[in-house]
């Protein structure tokens, strides 16, 4: 497993952007497919966007052409750059990693065995 950090949240008008940071520790992280994940109040946890080593991506169609996922395999960082932020974007974002080379359509958070602590994103109007 590898361990999570997230970074980034905060408060944000209608139309802003924020940019998260998800620091990974611990096994090889080229052979882990990211992603970030949100928990809005009294919903469900939803996946925004996955990645995987050769920075294949896939969205949210929620977000999509709002957010861009990006990792440096390197630094084992992956990125969550939101822009043009909206009040249903409001949530605790997650980032978190599997095991594996294919990013999924639609991915299941069941599916990952490693989380961050979650960071919060608030978007007011």
């Known amino acids: 497993q590898v361990q999570l950090v997230e970074s980034g949240g905060g408060r944000v008008q209608a139309g802003g952007s924020l940019r998260l940071s998800c620091a990974a520790s611990?096994?090889?992280?080229?052979?882990?497919?990211m992603a970030w994940f949100r928990q809005a109040p009294g919903k469900e946890r939803e996946f925004v966007a996955n990645?995987?080593?050769?920075?294949?991506?896939n969205y949210a169609d929620s977000v999509k052409g709002r957010f861009t996922i990006s990792r440096d395999n390197a630094k084992k960082t992956v990125d969550l750059q939101m822009r043009s932020l909206k009040p249903e974007d409001t949530a605790v974002y997650y980032c978190?990693?599997?095991?594996?080379?294919?990013?999924?359509?639609?991915?299941?958070?069941?599916?990952?065995?490693?989380w961050g602590q979650g960071t919060q994103v608030t978007v007011s109007s």
């Open positions: 990645i995987n080593w050769s920075s294949y991506t």
């Open positions: 611990g096994r090889t992280f080229s052979n882990y497919v």
């Open positions: 978190a990693a599997r095991y594996g080379s294919i990013p999924l359509r639609l991915e299941n958070g069941a599916d990952f065995g490693s």
